[in-house]
């Protein structure tokens, strides 16, 4: 099936840990995107990539990174700089850019990260 | 900044009955967009309205742009219990490369 898949599901980090999210797609998709949601709340921007080997900071950055190596991954790592990282972090994607054009974003499932 | 702004924030109703729900923006737009997402669930693409397009329907989903008032809504009929979601909206900016969501609609429809 085609799709994007994130992984892990649930995961905990101690504080000073970084940890990696990892998202893979299979829609020969152009762009990827990462976004944050506390709960309760919306949508915020963190990184986005339009192609590989480039990608740009959304609007919450600081504390992440992000690569884009291949064309259907784009892992998220949540550094130890990130003071508050608990939330719900969704990856996506689309054909092409999804900001201008109206390209329909595809979202992966989720992954909840609580800091213990 | 340019993500929509969701009206009402949260809205509960009975089966069967109607849903609307709006949503603002600040500059001018290409296009708009809704989405809807069930609880820990990713966001799932429901209908596009471009701009020079006043209506749209797919379904029970009817969307409304009006570019005067810089304003849209989305109005779901006969709701069932398997509408309970949050909608968001989201505008397309020229130049924007990324799309950005607001806080949503928090729709519970009572069986």
């Known amino acids: 099936d085609g799709g994007i898949t994130q992984s892990p599901k649930y995961l905990f980090r101690k504080e000073g840990q970084n940890v990696t999210l990892s998202c893979e797609q299979n829609?020969?998709?152009?762009?990827m995107y990462w976004y944050r949601q506390d709960p309760g709340q919306g949508l915020r921007l963190i990184y986005y990539?339009?192609?590989?080997?480039?990608?740009q900071k959304g609007d919450i950055a600081e504390g992440y990174s992000v690569s884009r190596e291949k064309k259907e991954s784009f892992p998220l790592t949540v550094t130890s700089a990130q003071k508050n990282p608990t939330a719900f972090y969704l990856c996506?994607?689309?054909?092409?850019?999804?900001?201008?054009?109206?390209?329909?974003?595809?979202f992966g499932e989720g992954s909840w990260l609580t800091v213990v | 900044s340019q993500q929509g702004e969701e009206d009402p924030q949260a809205l509960s109703i009975q089966e069967g009955e109607n849903a609307t729900m709006n949503c603002s923006y600040k500059?001018?737009?290409?296009?708009l967009q809704w989405y809807r997402q069930n609880s820990g669930r990713g966001l799932v693409h429901l209908i596009l309205?471009?701009?020079?397009?006043r209506e749209k329907h797919s379904g029970r989903l009817r969307v409304t742009l009006d570019t005067s008032k810089k304003s849209s809504s989305l109005l779901i009929t006969a709701s069932r219990a398997a509408d309970t979601a949050s909608y968001f909206c989201?505008?397309?900016?020229?130049?924007?490369?990324?799309?950005?969501f607001g806080s949503g609609t928090r729709l519970q429809v009572q069986p």
């Open positions: 989201a505008p397309s900016y020229t130049g924007r490369r990324a799309l950005t």
């Open positions: 500059t001018s737009i290409n296009n």
């Open positions: 990539s339009q192609i590989v080997n480039d990608f």
């Open positions: 309205i471009r701009s020079n397009e």
């Open positions: 996506a994607s689309s054909i092409g850019s999804g900001g201008s054009s109206g390209n329909t974003i595809y």
């Open positions: 829609l020969n998709h152009d762009a």
